[in-house]
């Protein structure tokens, strides 16, 4: 079974604070996403990366950075957090696929609050 | 660009219903693959199903079944006699062709399901 486990469920931060969100996965998967879910928007990519150190913007990465350094951990950075990033964090995985298109694998997700 | 239309925000059924869910999607990719998850309130998304843009061939799987018409650019999803564990969040995602790099998920935003008593 596929696991992909984040750091915590809920987080409640400062604005201004550096916010570190942590996910690993124990498939040795080559891939690493991160979304973030809003109500109405659905899931949006941030980041991912599809190797260690490789990482590749997604749809909305203003105020994000990752981090890949081992293959099953993959980190979101959030280097001045503000209320507008309040949401929930979603964290994934999946096989490389370049030549067939495999399924992600989703963490519990982890619920930031700014203030 | 890719796009995917969850036009229903939220249905309500009770228990037993026959229940659809609608996903209209766009791409300009030939080769592409849309999928089903579901989302219960623990919040982690589960995979469901996972269908390739060659394989027009509808999928029943136990209550599940899912109707692919790509001639309507449509992946809808139908739940028999619904229950309350259907309770849930549900999105479409399309892939998108990977270029050397991971392929990446459009997702819907999402249907949620409220199966009553």
Redesign the interface.
């Known amino acids: 079974d596929v696991k992909v486990t984040q750091s915590s469920r809920y987080l409640v931060k400062r604005t201004g604070e550096k916010v570190f969100l942590e996910c690993v996965q124990d498939m040795d998967h080559?891939?690493m996403?991160w979304?973030r879910q809003d109500p109405?928007?659905?899931?949006?990519?941030i980041y991912?990366?599809?190797d260690v150190k490789?990482k590749?913007k997604?749809d909305i990465p203003e105020g994000y950075s990752v981090s890949r350094e081992k293959k099953e951990r993959f980190s979101l950075i959030l280097e001045s957090a503000s209320t507008n990033q309040t949401s929930?964090y979603?964290c994934?995985s999946?096989l490389?696929?370049?030549s067939s298109?495999n399924?992600?694998?989703?963490?519990?997700?982890t619920?930031l609050t700014v203030l | 660009a890719q796009k995917v239309t969850q036009a229903q925000t939220e249905i309500s059924v009770v228990e037993k219903e026959d229940v659809t869910l609608d996903c209209v999607y766009e791409t300009r990719d030939t080769t592409y693959y849309l999928f089903w998850y579901k989302q219960p309130p623990s919040g982690e998304l589960v995979f469901l199903i996972r269908r390739n843009s060659f394989d027009e061939q509808n999928e029943i799987s136990g209550r599940y079944s899912w109707n692919f018409q790509k001639s309507t650019s449509s992946f809808n999803f139908t739940i028999t006699a619904s229950q309350v564990v259907d309770s849930a969040v549900y999105f479409c995602a399309l892939s998108e062709a990977p270029l050397g790099t991971a392929s990446k998920l459009t997702f819907g935003t999402g249907t949620r399901l409220q199966v009553t008593l």
């Not at chain 1, 109405?40 to 990519?45: A, P, T, V, Y």
Request: glycine share 16%; proline share 3%.
């Open positions: 080559e891939n996403f979304y109405g928007l659905g899931l949006r990519l991912f990366s599809y490789m590749e997604g929930m979603l994934a999946s490389d696929d370049r298109y399924e992600q694998f989703f963490g519990p997700g619920r």
